[in-house]
Antibody, heavy 128, light 107 residues
Framework: QVQLQESGPGLVKPSETLSLTCSVS????????WSWLRQPAGKGLEWIGR???????KYNPSLKSRVTMSVDMSKNQLSLKLSSVTAADTAVYYC??????????????????????WGQGTLVTVSS | SYELTQPPSVSVSPGQTARITCSGY??????AYWYQQKPGQAPVLVIY???ERPSGIPERFSGSSSGTTVTLTISGVQAEDEADYYC??????????FGTGTKVTVL
């Protein structure tokens, strides 16, 4: 059973770079997509971006200019960097396995993309 | 930007049926997914591909789709079902969007 665990500094100063790691156990990160998501206190969920084990990425357009994701196959880890943070970036950050594929029913082709499982999340506060 | 709209709250008595809707213009072309989130916990997938239930999720959770609206139904609601529920789908650009969230209160 795959398990994910986020880690990193809980406090980051404004204008600095937020750096988080997601350690994956119970399965290899190879051949999967992995996503980062976040949730400000009392608010909804926001998808930050995803990375394939090969290193290819896709980011949320609203954050694209500040986000960098990478994988470390030797450590079975993912990493997230978010630059130039402000108080608006204060949130619980989650990593999750991104289950993606294509269903073909009759002549209808439909893609699927959902997040399961999730890590427990880590709170990052942006404050001086 | 693309939005998925949910009612802010739904209240239901134990044993009754709760229905949570999620509306978005892209839903006829994209699958919808539902997540349950209890306070202080990470979201848990309860429905995927509109109406499929992951292993370990009780049969009282079901999903349906009709046009631009998808619905999560919890039949025979139990106190442990009190949580926030989020729908999720994909945009044609290949990015993902979540609904506004619905708080289910078991009276």
């Amino acid at each position: 059973q795959v398990q994910l665990q986020e880690s990193g500094p809980g406090l980051v100063k404004p204008s600095e770079t937020l750096s988080l790691t997601c350690s994956v156990s119970g399965d290899s990160i190879s051949d999967y997509y992995w996503s980062w998501l976040r949730q400000p206190a009392g608010k909804g969920l926001e998808w930050i971006g995803r990375i394939y084990s090969s290193g290819s990425t896709k980011y949320n357009p609203s954050l694209k200019s500040r986000v960098t994701m990478s994988v470390d196959m030797s450590k079975n880890q993912l990493s997230l960097k978010l630059s130039s943070v402000t108080a608006a970036d204060t949130a619980v950050y989650y990593c999750a396995r991104d289950n993606t594929g294509v269903n073909i029913v009759a002549t209808i082709i439909k893609s699927y993309d959902y997040f399961d499982p999730w890590g427990q999340g880590t709170l990052v506060t942006v404050s001086s | 930007s693309y939005e998925l709209t949910q009612p802010p709250s739904v209240s239901v008595s134990p044993g009754q049926t709760a229905r949570i809707t999620c509306s978005g213009y892209g839903l006829p072309k994209q699958y919808a997914y539902w997540y349950q989130q209890k306070p202080g916990q990470a979201p848990v997938l309860v429905i995927y591909k509109d109406n499929e239930r992951p292993s370990g999720i009780p049969e009282r959770f079901s999903g349906s789709s009709s046009g631009t609206t998808v619905t999560l139904t919890i039949s025979g609601v139990q106190a442990e079902d009190e949580a926030d529920y989020y729908c999720q789908s994909a945009e044609s650009s290949g990015t993902y969007v979540f609904g506004t969230g619905t708080k289910v209160t078991v009276l």
